[in-house]
């Protein structure tokens, strides 16, 4: 495993993390879900990543079992806050009564005293910026959170949060965006500004949910098991990468993969890690083998030549407009 750091910040995070959304408490078994976490353990992945929201609260509270026992100082945790966690109007959104009583909710399932870092999971255009990056400087304080960063977070929003944060002396760290060889909308914009405060980005969907595995073909069926079959939410999420151009452009990746010696997965995870902005990819597994398979995009450098390879073939289907970039309009 090969590590970077977060930020300019201090903290040190391994280059590939393990996430357990739309895994764990959901698509798959609790058995399955602390294999996976023992292969990751064992593969040298310090960095867990996962959400109060993810899997109704469930998935904190499988991956707080899974790394009970392990040496707390040894690992960096993760979550997020913004989702709704229950029926209550106050049970969302990134109020001061939200984050605060959240926190505390993470905490427990996960069972920590704290987590490495705290991420605002969108925007909430419904609270003032000001209200937010209070209570989070609040959680930091108390000593329930070390470090905080936004996901899925706008260049704009990004900047009015790193001003407020070294105003009230806390450590915005980081943003966690979706960023995959077909899916770039965080390059023109996010980056630069995120380099420019030093940020990093911690990117989720390095694999576009399983597409650039190259499982899925044109004109046939889902592999049995795979994402694209599970009606619990990951095929909601995949489906719009289910399409026949996709799908062919991504077939015509393999012998660039075999050119570099890896998988086509491999090759994914790989691929965001060229980028000097990105601090880890975050890799999800149904199965253990998965996870073994992903880390040994570590430590891979890719050329020139090859990466241009990579960019003639996808540029059809790549999407880069940032505004693509968006949290919901108001509270779900």
């Not at 040496?71 to 945790?77: D, F, N, V, Y």
């Not at 989702?83 to 049970?91: A, F, L, M, S, Y």
């Not at 209200?131 to 959680?139: G, I, K, P, S």
């Amino acid at each position: 495993m090969e590590f970077r750091h977060l930020g300019r910040s201090g903290l040190i995070v391994s280059e590939i993390s393990y996430g357990n959304w739309l895994t764990h408490g959901s698509q798959v078994e609790e058995d399955a879900a602390l294999a996976c976490v023992r292969a990751a353990l064992d593969e040298g992945i310090t960095t867990f990543d996962t959400a109060d929201v993810y899997a109704g609260t469930r998935a904190e509270t499988v991956l707080g079992k899974a790394l009970a026992g392990e040496r707390r100082e040894g690992l960096e945790i993760f979550t997020k806050v913004y989702w709704p966690t229950g029926p209550g109007k106050n049970d969302r959104g990134l109020s001061r009564k939200h984050i605060l009583e959240s926190i505390n909710g993470s905490l427990r399932r996960l069972g920590t005293d704290h987590v490495d870092l705290y991420q605002a999971h969108r925007y909430d255009y419904d609270t003032p910026l000001e209200e937010t990056m209070t209570a989070f400087a609040d959680v930091v304080r108390s000593g329930k959170a070390l470090y905080i960063g936004v996901s899925e977070w706008r260049a704009e929003e990004i900047r009015a949060a790193a001003k407020l944060a070294a105003e009230l002396r806390i450590p915005l760290v980081s943003n966690q965006p979706q960023y995959n060889a077909i899916w770039r909308v965080i390059e023109s914009e996010v980056v630069p500004t995120c380099e420019d405060l030093g940020l990093s980005q911690i990117v989720f969907s390095p694999i576009a949910q399983g597409v650039l595995t190259g499982k899925y073909k044109v004109g046939q069926q889902p592999p049995a098991g795979s994402r694209a079959t599970d009606d619990k939410g990951g095929k909601d999420m995949i489906s719009r990468w289910m399409r026949d151009d996709v799908l062919s452009r991504v077939e015509q990746l393999e012998p660039v993969a075999a050119e570099a010696g890896l998988s086509l997965a491999q090759l994914a995870v790989a691929w965001v890690l060229q980028n000097p902005n990105v601090a880890s990819a975050i890799v999800g597994a149904s199965r253990p083998e998965q996870v073994r398979d992903n880390v040994k995009a570590a430590g891979v450098k890719l050329d020139k030549g090859l990466l241009a390879k990579i960019d003639e073939i996808l540029d059809p289907v790549i999407e880069r407009d940032p505004a693509r970039t968006q949290s919901p309009a108001s509270r779900p």
